[in-house]
Each structure stands twice: as C-alpha cells, then as structure tokens.
C-alpha cells in the first residue's frame, strides 16, 4: 500500500523560492524511486525530478536543474522539493510520485507515468 501526501505549495512572487513536502507511506521494505512531476493548465504533465531511496541520487529535468532541488528524510518518510529562483512558467500543480520498480532509477521524464501519486499541490509564481 502506498500513500502520498504533499503540502507546501503557494503563491509567491517571481525570484522567490518554495518548499514542497510529501509525507509518504510505502508498505514495502524494498527501496524505491520516488519524484515530483507537474502540470499546467492545458499542458502536458512533465517530470521535473526524481530520486532513488536506495543512494538518493538525485535527477533533474532541464527546466529546474540549478534551481530546484530533491531531497528525502528517511527518518521522516518525508519527500521534499525546494524551488528556488522561481518563474511564472514553474506556475503548475506538482505531485509527488512513486514507482516501486528499479527500472525508473534517473529517468527523471518519467514520473508522471509512475503507478503511485499524491493528490497535488498547487504552485503559482507571478
């Protein structure tokens, strides 16, 4: 069984930064890959980043890398995305994903397809 949930998200101004945090519950003692992904209104959904629990490598989509980074708490189950030096296009709904599978290790362009997501929050820079 498998429960995300994230907070964090807001309104904030562009240049400015955010938070995300994503409380997860996985049942499994296996390690996993974990990750944020996000969509626009009338847009595609894109990954953004993702992170294996086994060394917590972390990977970037082009759009974020430098500005945002992922990070995990083991201790907390706690899945985190600081964004800085925001930009009205990061303006989207962000989820946290999970994919049980090792086959997803780095490819950070395919979170939205991972089989497990939270209910979203949303983000908007102006």
């Known amino acids: 069984d498998v429960q995300l949930v994230e907070s964090g998200g807001g309104s904030v101004q562009a240049g400015g930064s955010l938070r995300l945090s994503c409380a997860v519950s996985?049942?499994?003692?296996?390690?996993?890959?974990l990750g944020w992904f996000r969509q626009a209104p009338g847009k595609e959904r894109e990954g953004v980043a993702t992170?294996?629990?086994?060394?917590?490598?972390?990977f970037y989509g082009d759009s974020v890398k430098g500005r945002f980074t992922i990070s995990r708490d083991g201790a907390r189950n706690t899945l985190y995305l600081q964004m800085n030096s925001l930009k009205p296009e990061d303006t989207a709904m962000y989820y946290c994903?999970?994919?049980?599978?090792?086959?997803?290790?780095?490819?950070?362009?395919?979170?939205?397809?991972?089989?497990?997501r939270g209910q979203g929050t949303q983000v908007t820079v102006s």
């Open positions: 994903a999970q994919d049980p599978s090792r086959s997803t290790i780095g490819y950070w362009y395919a979170v939205p397809s991972f089989p497990y």
């Open positions: 996985v049942s499994s003692a296996n390690d996993y890959c």
């Open positions: 992170i294996y629990t086994g060394d917590s490598t972390p």
